[in-house]
């Protein structure tokens, strides 16, 4: 194989490049214009539910502003995933809050409701009631989520649902990214569409935002002159990259196809491995994107996750381990966590596989052969 096989890597359209040659025709060379309302209305009506959607330029901003919305202060403690991406947990400190990391459950990989009631308990003991909690829908597959907005009911706390990853995914047929209080997308260039880079802030009611764009652009007070009462952010999105979205969004459900039929590949390609197991549920209240298929090996393999990482990377696919989790991250050395080994054992036995909409027949078939030669080998 010549070129790399990528474990996700951009896949555009026909109608993304018309609509940047739009912006340029028209001038719309800004984080204003006709297409960053095209994309956003097209993400809400993707989302069927009453959403009202800010496109920002990146996930980590919607984050951001999502927890500035919720009034999280410095010292105020916010409890989240620790089995994701680090973006989930950034914007908790660039408020000078105090994220506390709770583990997941097996069967979704997402945060693990017991856990998360203790955490609050413990919280509450401490007389230091969480503020919000970050759940994550990780590489598409929803979490939990009758458990944990029941729990999060129960003791009132606000919900941010990182959904990132997992545009397109469903829980009981309603779709991530409408079941947080705040809920967020990611445009990056890895993930199941792009706009480049960008990312999307969901709010459940038009109050929300318009508070969204008020910090979004400064928080510019209405007036003539420049008049600020509060500190703001630049976050909103680029006309520009807002129609390489919209442009994306149109050919979406096809790219969820896509990943889904990866999954089905690797699925069959690893029927009957009594060293590998594919990531999935059989249960269907969960339906994934499958944004990105992992496995985990066996404890009992004669190799580990990095021998097939170093493998497939020999032969120029890319295999990268699972998120390491965040409460073993030297940044959040000093941070509570709640849990047992559920996600520090998943780390040291996953593989996320490439998992691109654009990967060819030719290239799974390369995949295939590489992977059978390395079991071959062992
Ligand atoms: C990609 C990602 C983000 C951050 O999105 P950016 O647009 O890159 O800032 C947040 N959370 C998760 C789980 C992600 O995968």
Redesign the pocket.
Known sequence: MKSKIWLSSPHIDKNELDYVKETFLDNWIAPVGPHIFGFEVAIETFLKRPSFVTAVT????A?HLALKLLNIKAGDTVLCQSF??I??ANPITYLGAIPVFVDSETETWNMCPYYLEEAIKEGLKLNKKPKAIII?D?YGMPAKMDEIIEIATQYDIPIIE?A??ALGSEYKNRKCGTFGDFS?F???G??IITSS???ALVCRNSADKEKTLFYATQAKEVALHYQHEEVGFNYRLSNVCAAIGKGQMEVLSKRIIQRQANHLFYQELFKGNKDVTVFKTDNTDFNSNYWLTCVLIGPQASFSNLDLIKYLGLHNIEARPLWKPLHLQPVFENTLFYGGNVCSDLFSRGVCLPSGSNMSLVERLFIAKVLTEFFKSK
């Not at 990146?58 to 901003?61: V, Y």
């Open positions: 990146s996930g980590t901003a984050i994701t991406f973006a989930t994550v990780l990182d990132a990853e967020i990611s445009f990056n890895n993930k880079g960008g990312g």
